[in-house]
């Protein structure tokens, strides 16, 4: 099981990035995928997690409304697109997987998914 998060970088207050968890070695399409991120000094947050099918999806109240997930089954990828971008959203985004998304507590907690993506670094600055 891999996954590689990327398209992380700097952006201005206000900006937008998309981010992309691409995936190989299991079945992605079988399987939910959560983004998270850690900020220095931080625990590591839950933000948003997509079902197999769509057909669950589910935002942190710290990004609902400006963030979106996404994923294309036949590129095994999922995303994840970031608008009006604060200072505080600077951390490393990570993406997951073999993990819950239900709504429920255990979806945002990182200690409920097996397998996890490098990290990519976002950093919102002027």
């Known amino acids: 099981v891999q996954l590689q998060a990327s398209g992380g970088g700097l952006v201005q207050p206000g900006g937008s990035l998309r981010l992309s968890c691409a995936a190989s070695?299991?079945?992605?399409?079988?399987?939910?995928i959560g983004w998270f991120r850690q900020a220095p000094g931080k625990e590591r947050e839950g933000l948003s997690c997509i079902s197999t099918s769509d057909s669950e999806i589910y935002y942190a109240d710290s990004v609902k409304g400006r963030f979106t997930i996404s994923r294309d089954n036949s590129k095994n990828t999922a995303y994840l697109q970031m608008n009006s971008l604060k200072p505080e959203d600077t951390a490393v985004y990570y993406c997951a997987t073999f993990g819950p998304c239900t709504g429920s507590g255990s979806t945002w907690s990182p200690h409920a998914y097996d397998y996890w993506g490098q990290g990519t670094l976002v950093t919102v600055s002027s």
């Open positions: 070695g299991f079945g992605f399409a079988n399987f939910a």
